[in-house]
């Protein structure tokens, strides 16, 4: 085993009945890393992540955490290990310090329930019972029994769902700063921004195959996409000629520029011939999520009820009408 390595998966294979859930996938998580698995629902996220939490059996393929058998080293690596999962389960009738107080006393090494409690921002709710807290105050103790034990890895399936804009910034640096202390962490998330913000690598699921990894940055050659340019013209104007444009369906115009500058040159000198002012210029940059959506094979001319999963990867689509 590779010790710089927190997690390896090989050729995981996991079926469901008759059903194929991952169909033979391939990964690492470097330590210290925020690795993020992002993936329509039902991609096969939960399922890879309760594998290497060894809550679930897989059919064939290797996976070693923390240079454990999930399988086989179950208790042990329990003592390491520290899971928000996709759906929690508090007892409603604990309050918050009671139920990080039980947590805490399953591991040898954990830290103050206190410390907890004010990392996670519930100090006021400290002896409210878990029936009175918010959605987004529960899923915020959730993380608080995740990290109480001061684990070295973390599990997070969608930790900051049903958060408020704030309370999901505010955990963001959490995670950023348990990263920092050395932390591994392995996340799922429907936010983009949120996979913008935290992850180091990302990996794309779909319909149980892997079908793209990569940074923030260069997922799906997003690194190498061209901005866009797009303005609004008055009816009687005709864009530059010397341009190759779009007119979009809400009337804007968009410029797919190689040379950026030129393509502006050429704008703004039309703009002032013309006595047009240029106030509805934007530059455009190729979102994560026009990436993402591309890789899952999103298209959005296509009937969006058939189940994502079963989007065949790669499949053509038509990218950037500013969808959020
Ligand atoms: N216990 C189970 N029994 C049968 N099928 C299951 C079970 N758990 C998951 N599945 C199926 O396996 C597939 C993958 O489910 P999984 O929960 O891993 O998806 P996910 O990527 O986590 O999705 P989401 O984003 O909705 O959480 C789905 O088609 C789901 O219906
Ligand atoms: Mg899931």
């Known amino acids: 085993m590779n010790s710089d390595l927190a997690v390896e998966v090989a050729g995981l294979k996991k079926s469901y009945g008759s059903f194929e859930a991952v169909k033979g996938i391939d990964f690492h998580i470097s330590t210290g890393e925020i690795f993020s698995l992002l993936g329509p629902n039902g991609a096969g996220k939960t399922t890879t992540i309760e594998i290497l939490e060894g809550f679930r059996e897989k059919n064939s393929g290797q996976v070693t955490v923390l240079g454990l058998n999930p399988e086989k080293d179950r208790i042990k690596l329990k003592e390491h290990i520290g899971i928000v999962p996709q759906s929690g389960s508090l007892d409603r009738y604990l309050t918050v310090i009671e139920t990080v107080t039980m947590y805490r006393g399953y591991y040898q090494n954990p830290m103050a329930a206190e410390e907890v409690i004010e990392l996670v921002g519930l100090e006021v709710k400290k002896n409210e019972r878990v029936l009175r807290l918010s959605g987004g105050q529960q899923r915020r103790l959730e993380v608080a029994i995740a990290l109480v034990g001061n684990p070295d890895l973390l599990f997070l399936d969608e930790p900051t769902t049903g958060f408020d804009p704030a309370a999901r910034r505010e955990t963001w640096q959490v995670i950023k700063g348990l990263s920092e202390m050395g932390k591994t962490v392995l996340l799922t998330t429907h936010y983009m921004d ?14 149980g195959l892997i079908v793209a ?40 115009t968009v410029f797919q520029a190689e040379d950026l500058t030129s393509a502006i040159h050429i704008i703004t000198e039309h703009a002032k011939a013309n006595n047009l002012s240029l106030e509805s210029l934007q530059i455009v940059r190729p979102s994560l999520e026009d990436v993402y959506l591309g890789l899952i094979g999103y298209n959005e001319d296509r009937d969006q009820v058939e ?16 969808r959020r």
């Open 213 to 252: 990894e990569g940074t923030p940055h260069n997922l799906g050659g997003r690194d190498k996409l061209l901005p866009r340019i797009s303005l609004t013209y008055p009816r009687d104007i005709l864009p530059p000629e010397e341009l190759k444009s779009e007119r979009q369906d809400n009337g804007d």
């Open 307 to 322: 189940e994502m999963s079963n989007a065949k990867p790669g499949r053509r689509t038509r990218r950037g009408s500013g």
């Open 194 to 207: 949120e996979a913008e913000f935290l992850a180091d690598r990302i990996a794309v699921i779909s319909g």
